[in-house]
């Protein structure tokens, strides 16, 4: 059985049709802030992105490409394929066309034993190509700060963005986001655009942050803003998807 979704990222309508329920389920979770609430009339309307994914029989193999990853990340790999890019875990495929119009892809069940991963991973991965295709690069940071210049902090899972941007906030600086954003430049003029998800924390971190009140109080700001930045040093990595199953061989 078919199910779909709508959601409004920034003016980019993505459309989202699905026979696998656990996908659906996960994409809706991780774009819950967009989701726009009549599903079949924005679906109805043109989409800027259309998202084709369809559950696949269990004896289901990704194509392997003999030639170096284009992307590689966490447990995800990702090789041209004619104009556009194909991404896979392992398990599950994803193919973005070459304008960013259209996503389509099998999911495979082994892909969705931990479904956020799948969709913070590879489908998020897939999403982000599509939506530079329309002016809209995502970047792995936070931001604090006056709307009109505010701060952002870059580093690498685990660096500290969502500790600093917090206490930052603690000192009175307006919170924007603790982990992820779009950059844009629309007529050149480069600005910073919230992508809205709760903020993340650990027990020791959200320890340290009483009285921050977060987006789960107030919503996160949406409007555009110029930005500066600070990066974060980050000696050690720590992989965060570790725990991903991934077909070996």
């Not at 004619?82 to 119009?101: E, P």
């Amino acid at each position: 059985m078919s199910q779909s979704a709508a959601f409004q990222i920034h003016g980019v309508r993505v459309s989202v049709r699905t026979s696998d329920a656990a996908a659906c389920d996960a994409i809706a979770e991780l774009l819950h802030a967009y989701l726009e609430a009549n599903a079949g009339a924005a679906i109805a309307r043109r989409a800027g992105i259309t998202v084709t994914l369809t559950a696949a029989a269990v004896d289901f193999l990704p194509r392997a490409s003999p030639e170096p990853p284009l992307i590689s990340y966490g447990p995800v790999s990702g090789h041209r394929a004619g104009t556009g890019i194909t991404l896979t875990d392992g398990w599950s495929q994803l193919q973005i066309d070459a304008q960013g119009r259209r996503i389509d892809g099998v999911t495979h069940r082994e892909s969705l034993r931990l479904p956020y991963v799948f969709a913070a991973v590879l489908f998020n991965l897939a999403l982000q190509l599509a939506l530079r295709q329309h002016g809209l690069y995502y970047t792995h940071a936070a931001a604090v700060g006056d709307p009109s210049r505010p701060l952002l902090l870059v580093g690498n899972s685990g660096a500290g963005k969502t500790t600093l941007a917090l206490a930052l906030v603690r000192s009175g600086l307006p919170y924007l986001c603790d982990d992820a954003l779009f950059l844009c430049a629309p007529q050149d003029q480069p600005r910073v655009l919230p992508f809205r998800r709760p903020v993340h924390l650990d027990r020791g971190t959200s320890s340290c942050c009483h009285g921050v009140r977060g987006p789960g109080h107030r919503p996160i700001r949406s409007a555009a803003v110029a930005c500066a930045g600070i990066s974060i040093p980050t000696p050690r990595f720590r992989g965060a998807w570790s725990s991903a199953r991934r077909r070996q061989g």
